[in-house]
C-alpha cells in the first residue's frame, strides 16, 4: 500500500513534468535590429543601400595612412616628431626614410581598407547574381562592380606588387596565395577594365562618385604610364618592363576628347567645401561633414592653433607639412602656391596668432632640418596645405570631396607619356602648357619646346599634383624615389623598397602568402 | 473531469496517509531556551528530534516549543556560526536551557550549491562561505567589498573611487580573451543577467556569499560556469515576536594621494632655469588643479528590515537608502532599495510556498573621465576662476576649464532594477520534494547627457539620451530527493530550466540647440534638425538546460558526487547547439575512520578530488553565428542629393561557434584542529579552457571582413590556495581571531592556433595594449603570446640617458638612441602577473569591545605607469604642466616606452578597520551595537602612480576589461582617484 502509493506520488508529476520538458527544447531566435543576409536585397533601395558599401572602402584612400605613405615616401611631404607629438613608434619617420618593417601597423591598415574594398566588392557580386529575381541593369551592376575593383587591386599591385588575386566569393580560403606576378595582375586588371569598360555610367549627375567610363580610361592611363615598372623582370630596372606609351596617350585621348571635362578656371574650386560642380573631377569621393566621416586635412596639417583662423571647432593636430625644397618649386606668380601656409599666421580677427604653449609668434618656417626635435621653434617647422579649404565649425570630418581623378592629370600623362615615346611633341607642349597658362593666370610663363624635359614635366607634376597621392609613384617613375633625402633618409640599398612588405599579419593570417623580396 | 478527479485523488491519498500515521503516534512537548556564549538569546537557532524530522526553530526571545514522538531521547540544536549539540531530553524535557559555543567550522551550515542545499561537512567541491560576521565593514557601496580578499582565489578589485564604478571580479584568474571574466552572480537562486547588477542590491540585505570555486561545483551551472559561481543568499525573517533592525552610517571619503605636479612657484622657476619666457602662460594664478576638480565627499546609508512571522509563516521586509558622494565635483550616487521575502508552510509543512521581490532605483550622477585628463595639461598658473566669480574659460590642445566642463555639463543614470520570484516545493514523501521556480528580472537605465556650449572653445552644445531595458524570464521545475538507508545516504537532483533573454534600446542624439536651457529634454529644438540621429535595437536569446545530480555518501565517510548538465543556447552555432557539461568528485572525511578515533586534536580532515567541465558563453552575442546585415555608415545618392545608409555584411558566419569549455581539475582538504579552534582548507587546481574565443584575423576576400569569432586557442589556470582561520585566545573576556587566505595562480597562454571550417587559424603574438599619450600610438607594448601569461610586456630595455638627455636602449647589447638613430631597440618580455596574494584577517574582542583589521595584498606584479611616462617629461613645459620628477630624472628628448615604466607594484593594503562597541542590556532595545570604521587606511607599495589596483586599460580586445597591467593615463581616459573613507554606524534592533 505505502509503496505504491509512493510510486504514484512521485510517478504522476514525474509524466507531467517530463511531457512539458519535451515541450520545451526549442531554441528558436527572432532578429530584430540587424538582419541575416537572405532577408535583405529586397526592395531597389535596398540594393542601392547593398551596391554601395563597395565604394565605401574608398573614403580611406584619398586621406589618412595610404595617402600619408605615399605622399611622405615620395618626398613631398614630411611628419617629423614635434616634441612627444607625432612619434608613433617612429611609423611617420619610417615612411620618410624608407625604413618601414613587414609589422609597421600602418601598412596593415593600408592593406585592410583595399581589401575591404575588393571583399565588398566579390561578397556583392556574389550575391546580386544569385538573387531569384535579377536586379534590373545586372550587367551594369557588374560592370560597375568589376571595374571599381580593378581600381582596388591597381592600388594593391602598385603598392604591395605580388597579391593574392581573388574574384570569386565562394572562394576556399586555403587555396589563396600570391603566386601571380606584378605583370600578371597587371594584365588581369587592364582586362577588366576593358572588358567592362563599356557597360559603365557615363558622367552625369547620377554617377558622381561612381566608376564611370572616363574614370576606367583615367585608371588605365595611370596603369600604362606606369607599366614599364609594372612589368618590369628586374627590379628597379624599368627597361626591362614593357612600355605602353601608345595606350597611356591613347586612354588620355578618350578623355579629354570626350569633351564631358574642362578645367575649372579657378584652381581651387576643385578642392574647395562645395567642389560637387567641379567641371575637372573626373572620380572623387564625396565626404560630408554630418554623413560621410574620415576627410581630417585640416587637423592632419594645421598647426593647433590655426582654429583660430578658420573658426574650427577644435585644435588641429600639427602634423602633415613640406620642406623648403619642395616649397621652392613654386615661384610667386604661381597662383598654385597659395595652397601653402608660410609665414606670419592670423586669426580670423586679423591678429597675429602665437603658439599658446611656447609663447612664440607663429611663423611658420619651411624648414625641416630634423626628423625629431623637440625644441619649441620645431612645432612652427614645415609649410602646411590648405589645398582643400578648411571648413569653419568642423573639426575634421570635412565636406569636401576628395579627389582620386582629374584632366589636369590627364594632360599631364599624355604630355609625359607622349615627350617619353618621342611622339607629337608640340601636342606634349600644348597640354604644359594649358596647366600653367591656368596656374598663372596668363601665357607669360609657357613653356618652349627647350623646357619640355623629364626633369621638368616631374617638377610640374609636383606642382600640380601637389599632395594628392602621386608622390611615390612618380618618384619611383621619374628616378627619384631611391636618393638620399635630407633630413635622415639615406640611399635606398636597392630596389625593393619600391615596393611595401606584404603586412605581416596578413601572412601569419594566411601562411601560403610569400613575402616580398628583400623584406 | 475524471482525470482530473483521479489526480485530486492521487495527490490527496498520500497525503492524507502521512496524517494519519503522524497523528496515531503518542507524542511529548519539549520547551527550553538556546543562548550563545555571552548568555544572550539565539533567535532562530534549529532544534530537530534526534533521528526523527520534527524540529522548530527559536522565537524573538530565545524560547522554543517542540511537539515531538513520546520515544524522543534527544534533539540537536544548531545556529549558523555555533557547533551543533545533542541535548538529552530522556530525563527533563521541559524548560530545558543550554549554551551553544561558536564555532569556526559551520562544518553543520546549511550550504547553497547550485539547486540544493548541502551541509558544509557534506560539500565534495571546492566552495567557501562568508556570513554576515565576517564581512567587510564601513563605507561598502557595492556589496562583493563586503568579502573583498576574504576568499582564496577570488580577486576582486576597485580600481577607482568612482561610486559609480563597478568593481572587478575574478575567480581564479582569467579564464577567457574575448569572453566576460565575472562570475555567474545568483541571488536566492536566480541568476542575475548582468554581474553588474549587483550593485544594485543593497549590501545590508545580505546574509551570506557561497563562492563556488572549482568546476566540480560550477559545472551545474553549464554554459555559464567557468568564471566560478557566487550565490548569494539574503536575510530572511524567523517566526515569532516582529523584529525591526535598523543598520545606518555616515561617512566622508577623501583623495588617497596626488601627483606631484608643479606648483605655480615651481613651474616659474623651472621655466626660469630652462630659459624659457612664460609670457602669456603666466596668469598669474597658483592653482592645483588636482585639488580643484575634487572635494571631500559625504556619504550616509541607511536600512530599515521588519521581519517576523508566525507558525509556519515568515516574512522581512527591508527599505534602505543610499547616498554617496564622489570626491569629484558632480559625481555620485543615490540608491532606494525596497524588498520583500516570505516563507508560507502549508499542509503539515509539507507545502513550502516562498516569494520574494526586490526593487531598486540608482540615480548615478555621472562624469565625462576626459574632463579628468585635462587637469595636468593645464599650466599650474591658470586661475579656475576670474576675479569677479565667473569661470576662466580657455582652449588649447586637450585643455580646458575642467572644473567649469564638470560642474556644467549635464551626465547622469537612473536605473531601475526589479527581481521577482516565486517558488513552490511540496514534500511528497519522505526526502523527495519537488517544485517549480518561476522569476522575472527587469532592468531599466536611461543615460541623460547634455553638454553645452563653451565660450572660448567655440564647441556647440549637444545632448545624447539613451534608454535600455534588460529582461529576463526564467522558470524551473525541479526534483530533490535525499534519504538515508542505513549508513547510506543517496540524494538526487534533477532541474529542468528555461530562460529567455531580451535587450532593447534606443538612443538619440541631437547638437546646437536653440534654447540650451532646456538640457536633453527638447531635442526638437535643435538649429538643424538633420543633425539629430535617433537609432533602436534589439535582440533575445533562449538558454534552456536540463540538470541531474546523484550524491551519494556513506556513513558521512566515503562521499561521490556526479552532476551532468545539458544546455542548450540560441547563441550557439547551429551546429553546436547543445552543450555537455559533466562534473565527478569524490571526497573521504579521514577524521570519520576507526583509525583516527585516538587523534583527539584532529577534529576534521575531509580530502577532495573532483573534475568538472564548464562553459563560457559570454563573448557570443544572441547572433554571433549569423551572417548578418547592418548599417555601416552612409553613402552619397548624387542622382537625389542625399545619404542613405549603406548595408553590409557586418559578421562573418560561424555556423561552428560555441562557448569557451574550462576543464578543470581540484584536490583540496579541509581540516580542523582542536575541535575546530583551528581550521581551514588547502586547494589545489589545474583548470584548462580550450575553444578559446577570439576575433581572428582572416583575409578579405573571400571573407566579408577581415575578423570572425572562433573557437581556437587553449590557456591553461594552475594554483594553490591556503586558508586558515583560527581562535587564538578564547578567553571569557578577550578572545582573538585571527585568519588568512593566501593564492598562487599562474595564467598561461597554450595555444592561439587551429581551424575554422578547416581553414588553418594562427596567430603567434595577438597584440593588446598600447602606451598612449602624444606621439606614442600604433604599436602594442603587451601581447597574448603563447607560453606566457595575457598580456606579457615586450620591452626595449632602458640604459640611462646620455650627455644630451636622450634616452639610451640597449639594442642588442649595445646602448643605443632611440627615435631617429634606433627604431628598433632589442625587445624583452617580461611577465606582469602576481606571483600570489594574499588577505589577513584580526579580530579582537575585549568585554564589549571588538576592534577588526583587515589587510591584502599582492606581491609580484608590475604595473605600466603610462602616467608617468607621460607626466615625467620636461618637454611637456611650458604648456602643460608636468610632475616635479620630469625636473630631475635627467630625461630631455621626446617620451617612449621602455621598461623603465613598468614599475613593481606589489602592495599591502589595510583595507579596512573597524571598532565597536556592543551596549548591553539595553532597556526596550534587543541588541545596540556603535562602530567606527575606515577603509584603505593604507597602503604599502613601490608603485609610483596613484595606486597599485588603479585601474587598467581596457584591451580593447571584444571590448572587455581585463587586467591589462597599463594604467590608464591621463591621455584620452584618465582614471577616477581612489578615496581613504572614514564612517561611523550603528546597528539597532528592537
Known amino acids: 500500500m505505502k509503496t505504491k502509493n509512493l510510486i504514484r506520488a512521485g510517478l504522476i508529476p514525474g509524466i507531467f513534468l517530463l511531457f512539458f520538458m519535451m515541450s520545451c527544447t526549442k531554441l528558436d531566435q527572432k532578429v530584430y535590429s540587424v538582419v541575416p543576409d537572405q532577408d535583405f536585397w529586397q526592395t531597389p533601395d535596398q540594393i542601392a543601400a547593398g551596391l554601395a558599401p563597395a565604394y565605401q572602402g574608398l573614403t580611406g584612400i584619398p586621406d589618412g595612412d595610404l595617402f600619408e605613405i605615399n605622399e611622405s615616401s615620395g618626398g613631398e611631404m614630411i611628419v617629423p616628431t614635434r616634441g612627444n607629438d607625432w612619434y608613433d613608434n617612429g611609423s611617420h619617420q619610417a615612411m620618410w626614410t624608407h625604413t618601414w618593417k613587414p609589422d609597421l601597423g600602418t601598412l596593415d591598415g593600408i592593406w585592410g581598407t583595399i581589401f575591404n574594398g575588393i571583399g565588398k566588392a566579390n561578397f556583392t557580386l556574389s550575391v546580386v547574381n544569385a538573387l531569384p529575381t535579377p536586379p534590373p541593369g545586372l550587367d551594369n551592376i557588374n560592370a560597375e562592380l568589376k571595374v571599381l575593383r580593378a581600381y582596388y587591386y591597381y592600388l594593391a599591385m602598385d603598392m604591395f606588387g605580388q597579391v593574392p588575386v581573388v574574384t570569386d566569393f565562394n572562394t576556399d580560403p586555403t587555396t589563396i596565395n600570391n603566386s601571380m606576378t606584378r605583370a600578371q595582375i597587371f594584365d588581369f586588371i587592364e582586362k577588366e577594365v576593358k572588358d567592362n569598360i563599356a557597360l559603365l555610367p557615363d558622367k552625369s549627375q547620377a554617377s558622381y562618385g561612381r566608376m564611370t567610363q572616363w574614370g576606367a580610361w583615367m585608371l588605365l592611363a595611370k596603369m600604362y604610364l606606369n607599366a614599364q615598372i609594372y612589368t618590369e623582370t628586374t627590379p628597379g630596372n624599368p627597361s626591362t618592363g614593357t612600355a605602353r606609351w601608345a595606350d597611356c596617350i591613347n586612354a588620355c585621348d578618350q578623355v579629354i576628347n570626350s569633351g564631358k571635362y574642362t578645367l575649372q578656371a579657378n584652381y581651387f574650386d576643385n578642392f574647395s567645401i562645395n567642389n560637387e560642380g567641379s567641371s575637372e573631377n573626373i572620380f572623387v569621393v564625396p565626404f560630408d561633414k554630418v554623413n560621410i566621416g574620415g576627410m581630417n586635412w585640416e587637423m592632419q596639417t594645421l598647426h593647433y592653433q590655426h582654429n583660430l583662423t578658420y573658426n574650427l571647432s577644435g585644435s588641429p593636430w600639427n602634423g602633415f607639412c613640406s620642406k623648403a625644397d619642395y616649397y621652392n618649386q613654386f615661384d610667386n606668380a604661381d597662383q598654385r602656391k597659395a595652397q601653402f601656409l608660410v609665414g606670419q599666421q592670423y586669426g580670423s580677427d586679423g591678429s597675429a596668432l602665437k603658439d599658446i604653449q611656447t609663447g612664440l609668434p607663429l611663423i611658420l618656417s619651411p624648414y625641416v632640418n630634423q626628423l625629431s626635435n623637440p625644441a619649441d621653434s620645431f612645432r612652427l617647422a614645415g609649410v602646411r596645405s590648405v589645398k582643400y579649404q578648411p571648413q569653419a565649425g568642423t573639426a575634421g570630418n570635412q565636406s569636401n570631396d576628395m579627389v582620386l581623378f582629374r584632366l589636369a592629370d590627364a594632360y599631364l600623362m599624355r604630355a609625359e607619356a607622349k615627350v617619353r615615346s618621342n611622339t607629337d611633341l608640340t601636342g606634349a607642349l600644348a597640354d604644359i602648357n594649358k596647366i600653367r597658362e591656368r596656374a598663372y593666370g596668363d601665357a607669360n610663363h609657357d613653356w618652349t619646346l627647350a623646357d619640355l624635359t623629364l626633369p621638368n614635366i616631374y617638377a610640374e607634376r609636383q606642382r600640380e599634383m601637389a599632395w594628392e597621392g602621386w608622390s611615390r609613384q612618380d618618384a619611383i617613375r621619374f628616378g627619384t624615389f631611391g636618393n638620399a633625402r635630407n633630413p635622415g633618409k639615406a640611399q635606398d640599398p636597392d630596389a625593393h623598397l619600391q615596393i611595401f612588405p606584404i603586412p605581416s599579419p596578413r601572412i601569419s593570417a594566411n601562411p601560403n602568402l610569400k613575402q616580398n623580396p628583400g623584406y | ?990
Not at chain 2, 585 to 601: H, L, N, Y
Not at chain 2, 826 to 847: A, E, R, V
Open chain 2, 1 to 990: 473531469m475524471i482525470s482530473n478527479r483521479l489526480l485530486k485523488a492521487l495527490i490527496l491519498c498520500p497525503i492524507l496517509l502521512f496524517l494519519a500515521i503522524a497523528s496515531q503516534a503518542q507524542t511529548k512537548t519539549i520547551t527550553g531556551k538556546i543562548l550563545d556564549e555571552k548568555g544572550n538569546p539565539i533567535v532562530g537557532a534549529s532544534i530537530v528530534v534526534k533521528g526523527g524530522k520534527s524540529g522548530t526553530t527559536t522565537d524573538a526571545t530565545g524560547h522554543f516549543s517542540l511537539v515531538a514522538p513520546a520515544a524522543t531521547t534527544a534533539v540537536t540544536i544548531s545556529y549558523i556560526g555555533y557547533a551543533s549539540q545533542d541535548l538529552d531530553v530522556t530525563t527533563q524535557s521541559s524548560d530545558v536551557s543550554i549554551s551553544l559555543q561558536p564555532t569556526n567550522s559551520n562544518l553543520s551550515d546549511i550550504v547553497v550549491v547550485g539547486y540544493g542545499t548541502a551541509h558544509k561537512k557534506d560539500l565534495t567541491g571546492a566552495v567557501a562561505v562568508v556570513t554576515a560576521k565576517n564581512f567587510n565593514q564601513g563605507n561598502v557601496t557595492n556589496p562583493v567589498q563586503q568579502i573583498q580578499g576574504k576568499v582564496a582565489g577570488l580577486v576582486i578589485t576597485t580600481p577607482g573611487g568612482d561610486p559609480n564604478q563597478p568593481p572587478l571580479i575574478r575567480l581564479r584568474g582569467q579564464t577567457s580573451l574575448t569572453g566576460g571574466q565575472n562570475p555567474l552572480i545568483v541571488v536566492d537562486g536566480i541568476a542575475l543577467d548582468d554581474p553588474n547588477q549587483l550593485n544594485n542590491i543593497p549590501p545590508s540585505d545580505i546574509q551570506t556569499y557561497n563562492v563556488l570555486k572549482d568546476a566540480s561545483a560550477t559545472a551545474v551551472y553549464g554554459a555559464r560556469g567557468a568564471n566560478g559561481v557566487i550565490e548569494i543568499t539574503t536575510k530572511k525573517g524567523v517566526s515569532g515576536q516582529a523584529r525591526v533592525d535598523y543598520n545606518g552610517y555616515v561617512g566622508v571619503d577623501v583623495n588617497a594621494k596626488k601627483y606631484d605636479m608643479l606648483s605655480a612657484g615651481q613651474w616659474k622657476s623651472a621655466l626660469q632655469s630652462l630659459g624659457i619666457d612664460p609670457g602669456s602662460l603666466d596668469k598669474g594664478a597658483n592653482t592645483d588643479w588636482q585639488d580643484a576638480i575634487t572635494r571631500t565627499a559625504f556619504s550616509h546609508n541607511h536600512t530599515l528590515a521588519v521581519s517576523g512571522g508566525s507558525k509556519g509563516f515568515t516574512f522581512r521586509a527591508s527599505g534602505s537608502y543610499l547616498n554617496q558622494q564622489g570626491i569629484v565635483l558632480s559625481s555620485g550616487k543615490e540608491e532606494f532599495g525596497l524588498r520583500f521575502n516570505a516563507t508560507e508552510k502549508a499542509l503539515n509543512d509539507k507545502l513550502n510556498i516562498q516569494i520574494g521581490v526586490t526593487t531598486t532605483q540608482t540615480n548615478r550622477n555621472l562624469i565625462n573621465y576626459n574632463d579628468l585628463t585635462k587637469i595636468f595639461n593645464t599650466p599650474p598658473t591658470y586661475p579656475v576662476y576670474n576675479d569677479d566669480g565667473s569661470y576662466f574659460y580657455f582652449s588649447d590642445f586637450e585643455q580646458y576649464n575642467a572644473v567649469a566642463h564638470l560642474n556644467q555639463e549635464v551626465n547622469y543614470a537612473k536605473e531601475y532594477l526589479t527581481l521577482m520570484y516565486g517558488t513552490v516545493d511540496y514534500q511528497f514523501f519522505h526526502g523527495l520534494t519537488a517544485g517549480v521556480t518561476g522569476s522575472i528580472n527587469n532592468f531599466n537605465g536611461q543615460d541623460h547627457y547634455f553638454v553645452p556650449a563653451f565660450p572660448v572653445e567655440a564647441t556647440i552644445n549637444q545632448a545624447t539620451d539613451d534608454n535600455y531595458n534588460t529582461d529576463s524570464r526564467h522558470g524551473n521545475i525541479h526534483i530533490n530527493y535525499l534519504n538515508q538507508f542505513g549508513k547510506h545516504n543517496i540524494g538526487f537532483t534533477g532541474v529542468y530550466e528555461y530562460n529567455y533573454y531580451t535587450d532593447n534600446g534606443m538612443n538619440i542624439h541631437g547638437q546646437n540647440f536653440l534654447v540650451p536651457q532646456n538640457q536633453d529634454n527638447n531635442f526638437s529644438s535643435a538649429i538643424d534638425a538633420s543633425q539629430t540621429s535617433a537609432n533602436t535595437g534589439k535582440d533575445e536569446y533562449k538558454l534552456i538546460s536540463f540538470l541531474g545530480r546523484v550524491t551519494y555518501n556513506y556513513n558521512e565517510k566515503y562521499y561521490i558526487t556526479a552532476s551532468y548538465r545539458r544546455d542548450g543556447s540560441s547563441k550557439f552555432g547551429v551546429n553546436n547547439r547543445w552543450g555537455d557539461f559533466p562534473s565527478f568528485d569524490v571526497a573521504w572525511r579521514i577524521t570519520q575512520e576507526k583509525f583516527m578515533q585516538g587523534v583527539s586534536w584532529l577534529s576534521e580532515l575531509k580530502l577532495r578530488a573532483g573534475y568538472g567541465v564548464t562553459g563560457n558563453s559570454d563573448a557570443i552575442t544572441p547572433y554571433a553565428t549569423l551572417l548578418l546585415y547592418g548599417p555601416i555608415g552612409r553613402f552619397y545618392d548624387p542622382a537625389n542629393s542625399v545619404y542613405p545608409q549603406a548595408y553590409a555584411p557586418i559578421q562573418n558566419a560561424n555556423p561552428d561557434l560555441k562557448w569557451e569549455e574550462r576543464h578543470g581539475k581540484n584536490i583540496g582538504l579541509d581540516y580542523g584542529i582542536l575541535n575546530s579552534r583551528i581550521n581551514g582548507s588547502v586547494d589545489y587546481f589545474d583548470d584548462k579552457t580550450v575553444n578559446l574565443l577570439f576575433d581572428y584575423t582572416v583575409p578579405v576576400p573571400p571573407f566579408f571582413i577581415n575578423s570572425i569569432l572562433a573557437n581556437v586557442g587553449t590557456l591553461t589556470n594552475k594554483g594553490v590556495e591556503f586558508s586558515i582561520n583560527a581562535d587564538i585566545v578564547r578567553g571569557r573576556k578577550f578572545t582573538w581571531n585571527a585568519g588568512g587566505q593566501i593564492t598562487f595562480l599562474k595564467t598561461r597562454i597554450e595555444s592561439l592556433s587551429g581551424t575554422y571550417a578547416g581553414y588553418p587559424i594562427k596567430t603567434d603574438q595577438i597584440g593588446s595594449g598600447t602606451a598612449v599619450g602624444r606621439g606614442l600610438s600604433s604599436y602594442p607594448i603587451t601581447y597574448l603570446t603563447p607560453g606566457y601569461a595575457p598580456y606579457v610586456f615586450y620591452l626595449p630595455h632602458f640604459e640611462g640617458v646620455d650627455a644630451n638627455g636622450n634616452q639610451l636602449f640597449d639594442s642588442a647589447g649595445v646602448k643605443a638612441l632611440t627615435q631617429d638613430q634606433n627604431p628598433n631597440p632589442t625587445k624583452y618580455y617580461i611577465d606582469p602577473s602576481p606571483k600570489f596574494n594574499y588577505g589577513i584577517n584580526n579580530t579582537f574582542t575585549y568585554g564589549n569591545w571588538t576592534l577588526n583589521f583587515f589587510m591584502r595584498g599582492v606581491v609580484g606584479q608590475k604595473i605600466f605607469n603610462n602616467t608617468r611616462l607621460d607626466f615625467d617629461n620636461i618637454n611637456r613645459l611650458p604648456g602643460n604642466n608636468v610632475t616635479k620628477e620630469a625636473l630631475t630624472n635627467g630625461i630631455k628628448d621626446a617620451a617612449a616606452v621602455s621598461d623603465l615604466w613598468l614599475e613593481k607594484a606589489s602592495f599591502l593594503r589595510m583595507d579596512n578597520a573597524s571598532l565597536s562597541y556592543t551596549f548591553q542590556h539595553v532597556k526596550g532595545i534587543e541588541s545596540l551595537r556603535a562602530y567606527v570604521a575606515a577603509n584603505n587606511v593604507f597602503v604599502i607599495t613601490p608603485y609610483k602612480g596613484l595606486d597599485p589596483e588603479i585601474q587598467t586599460q581596457d584591451t580593447n580586445i571584444g571590448g572587455t576589461t581585463n587586467q591589462a597591467y597599463i594604467d590608464v593615463s591621463y591621455y584620452g581616459n584618465a582614471f577616477y582617484p581612489k578615496t581613504r573613507s572614514f564612517t561611523l554606524g550603528v546597528s539597532v534592533s528592537f
